[in-house]
């Protein structure tokens, strides 16, 4: 663009050096018609036609020249005007692009940064509970393989060998109140027998004790 505005000037420059060559040819031709003035009227008439025939065709063709040069330049001119306003608006709209690229970039820098937050807080929640599961995995451990019946584990349990040993203590545990609801219909039957029989005893005892 720096170019374009230099070409601008140079134009512009050489367009005003015509202007004052065109106001030069002008007042030359005003002293010449001046002089005319000064000489006789025969002179005048004679040396005026042949002077002004010859200085009207300079004249003519001068200006001519110049016209040409200045529709070229004010067209060269008008070119690169347009030319340095395209320059300008592209220069405002990569402007305004590398804008918005480092806004965009911010924000992708700033969500990355959340996201990595959130990463490092889900770890450390993660190791929390890895840790607390660890615990109460081992003192279920402890409290399974520590009824008596139960043997000790050899080496490191998986999972499904401690729900197996959870499940056998449950099984026999069931299995034991069972018994113990068995054990226990089979005496309260007895203790009822034997109070149905008292009575009988007493008054038998009774009777005895009369004969």
Do not use: W
């Not at 005048?44 to 036609?49: C, F, I, K, L, S």
């Not at 040409?68 to 001119?77: M, P, S």
């Not at 399974?144 to 040993?165: H, K, M, N």
Request: glycine share 2%.
């Amino acid at each position: 663009m720096e170019i374009q505005e230099s070409e601008l000037r140079r134009i512009r420059s050489e367009k005003e050096l015509l202007q004052k060559q065109l106001r030069e040819r002008e007042v030359q031709l005003q002293a010449m018609s001046d002089k005319f003035c000064s000489l006789t009227e025969e002179q005048r008439q004679e040396e005026a036609v042949v002077a002004m025939v010859e200085e009207n065709q300079n004249l003519q063709q001068v200006v001519t020249e110049q016209e040409f040069q200045l529709a070229e330049q004010n067209k060269l001119i008008s070119e690169l005007q347009g030319t340095i306003s395209q320059l300008q608006a592209e220069a405002v709209s990569t402007r305004l692009h590398l804008l918005q690229q480092k806004q965009a970039q911010r924000e992708t820098q700033s969500q990355l940064e959340a996201l990595q937050h959130t990463e490092l807080q889900t770890r450390v929640a993660l190791e929390l509970i890895s840790s607390k599961f660890e615990r109460y995995r081992n003192k279920i451990i402890q409290a399974t393989f520590s009824v008596e019946g139960i043997q000790d584990p050899q080496g490191e349990l998986t999972d499904d060998e401690v729900l197996e040993a959870m499940q056998k203590i449950f099984n026999e545990r069931t299995e034991f109140q069972q018994m113990l609801k068995n054990k226990g219909s089979r005496t309260s039957l007895l203790s009822s027998d034997s109070s149905t029989a008292s009575p009988a005893r007493r008054r038998k005892s009774s009777r005895m004790e009369k004969l």
